[in-house]
């Protein structure tokens, strides 16, 4: 080749052309936010939002829309949305030429958690720090740190087996030695105690359920506290002033 003129003077003008072009990408990379090209136009949200507000997305991206299309943080938007209430997930794209694309996935409230102070549980039994902005009418489920996964699965078992007798449980609790207690809607407590082998909790939660339309003494009055943690049977508390009303006739 060294004795190929022509094609010695190809080589040098393909190697200098490709330098230059080299050159050229790194100067529009580098002085790409410089010379503002590829500027952001358009940030949209690709679904409709139930819980998320605008403003507080929009005052969440603000900050971070520096730069343009390329230089753009999307990471840091992403760590942003979620850190705000009622967002669960978010996914960000860049859609060319100058707009980012943001889905929301929401949590989904299903019941209060602990002792009201701001905390729900989602569909997959994960607590989260947020408000409603409605009113809705929700169960409320308390347990250790760790537990609320169980609660749920629990809760939902229990309503299940309640449907018999049209009630649903209004509370829902696991203690720290992992014994359930439920409130229901009418205002009537069961201990259900802790899972034993011979007596499982479904199958105390069931004898319950069967014999609930029978919870009454024979003046109508029901009972406030069920206590079904006995294996072949269950205790009945009923109001102070109905058993002071029975002592009163004796």
């Known amino acids: 080749m060294w004795q190929k003129p022509h094609l010695l003077t190809a080589v040098s003008d393909l190697l200098f052309l490709a330098g230059a072009a080299a050159l050229l990408v790194a100067a529009v990379v580098w002085g790409t936010p ?13 679904h409709e939002l139930r819980e998320v507000q605008r403003g507080e997305l929009e005052e969440s991206l603000s900050e971070l829309l520096r730069g343009n299309f390329f230089t753009v943080d999307i990471e ?11 967002v669960r997930r978010a996914e960000i794209w860049r859609k060319w030429p100058s707009r980012i694309e943001v889905r929301i996935e929401e949590h989904q409230a299903v019941a209060h958690w602990g002792d009201g102070q701001g905390q729900l549980v989602n569909t997959y039994g994960e607590v989260f720090p947020a408000s409603l902005l409605r009113e809705q009418s929700l169960p409320r489920l308390s347990g250790p740190s760790g537990s609320s ?3 749920l ?95 009163g006739k004796k």
């Open 149 to 151: 996964r169980e609660v």
């Open 76 to 86: 840091t938007m992403r760590q942003s949305l979620e850190g705000l209430p009622w």
């Open 153 to 247: 699965q629990r809760y939902e078992e229990f309503a299940q087996l309640m449907k018999p007798v049209g009630l649903l449980p209004a509370q829902l609790a696991l203690s720290p030695r992992m014994a359930w207690l439920v409130k229901l809607q009418d205002g009537m407590w069961i201990e259900l105690g802790r899972e034993q082998p011979k007596a499982p909790i479904r199958m105390r939660l069931q004898r319950f359920v069967d014999y609930y339309p029978t919870l009454s003494d024979a003046r109508g009055v029901r009972p406030t506290a069920v206590d079904m943690r006995y294996p072949n049977g269950f205790a009945l508390r009923f109001p102070a002033s109905a058993v002071q009303e029975v002592k």
């Open 34 to 46: 410089r010379l503002h090209l590829f500027p952001l136009s358009e940030v949209q949200v690709t």
